[in-house]
């Protein structure tokens, strides 16, 4: 029986995943809008950022919800975040986009746990890579060595 501890991990994972999941399938079924909405803060080259972010949003999603690649998918929205919420959500004279700041950094939190803790015994790494996956009742905290 597997420890509890790798249950969470998945939970976790499709947790974090299903907002960006959403917010892109959501950009897929309405281009548009989502062009004319990164045109009101002034983005350029609307479609070209609009793939960006479907394929940050998308791959990634998919790559920490399946557990595969999980830290390269988790450091793609990692990386996706930090000018979405810079950009779009620092009118903090709006308390919605307050609240949307704030979000955001609960999610970029929860992103570098996934970068550090990875994806735990439950995913595709664990099958194809499983010496990069300890199991999760022999974790330690790594220590670094003293330069």
Known sequence: MKPRS????LAG??????IFLMSGLNKIM??????AYMAQHGIPMTGLFLILAIIAEVG???SVLLGAYTRIGAAL???FMIPTTLIFHTNFSDPN?????MKNLSMIGGILYVIEAGPGRI?????????EV????????????AA
């Not at 595709?124 to 499983?130: I, S, T």
């Open 6 to 9: 790798d249950y969470y991990f």
């Open 13 to 18: 994972r499709i947790l974090i995943a299903a």
């Open 30 to 35: 309405q281009p548009a809008a989502t062009r």
């Open 60 to 62: 990634g999603g998919l």
């Open 77 to 79: 929205l990692f990386l």
């Open 97 to 101: 986009q307050m609240i949307h700041f």
């Open 123 to 131: 995913s595709v790494d664990a099958k194809l890579r499983p010496e």
């Open 134 to 145: 300890e199991p999760s009742d022999v974790r330690a905290p790594r220590r670094r060595a």
